[in-house]
């Protein structure tokens, strides 16, 4: 009954922002770690950041390709995460996940550790 589901993507120019959402649905987390990942033509799904939450915690992960570019922010009373992307560049174009583990297990950048993934959002970086 859990769902995932993305949205915000589309297009934009070399050097703007986008937000990204990922809605979790189907009950309550009170603890929870979700990602984001992206995968761009001929490559493979590469990890770009994660929140976890756990015990009134709540704990961030980037890549750095990303880091100090992408942020990830949390909105507990809509059960929903957001993935802001700034200065984007051309290598930015993808499709991005959002992914859940439910568990909360711990720091995983593995697509293997979640369980729930949600259906993708075309992000494309245009010059």
């Known amino acids: 009954q859990v769902e995932v589901v993305e949205s915000g993507g589309g297009l934009v120019q070399t050097g703007g922002s986008l937000r990204l959402s990922c809605a979790a649905s189907?009950?309550?987390?009170?603890?929870?770690?979700m990602g984001w990942f992206r995968q761009a033509p001929g490559k493979e799904r590469e990890f770009v950041g994660s929140?976890?939450?756990?015990?009134?915690?709540?704990?961030?992960d980037y890549a750095d390709s990303v880091k100090g570019r992408f942020t990830i922010s949390r909105e507990n009373a809509k059960n929903t995460v957001y993935l802001h992307m700034n200065s984007l560049k051309s290598e930015d174009t993808a499709v991005y996940y959002c992914?859940?583990?439910?568990?909360?297990?711990?720091?995983?950048?593995?697509?293997?550790?979640?369980?729930?993934w949600g259906q993708g959002t075309q992000v494309t970086v245009s010059s």
């Open positions: 992914a859940l583990d439910p568990r909360a297990s711990g720091w995983s950048r593995n697509r293997s550790a979640y369980e729930y």
């Open positions: 189907g009950r309550t987390f009170s603890s929870a770690l």
């Open positions: 929140i976890r939450w756990s015990g009134g915690s709540t704990g961030y």
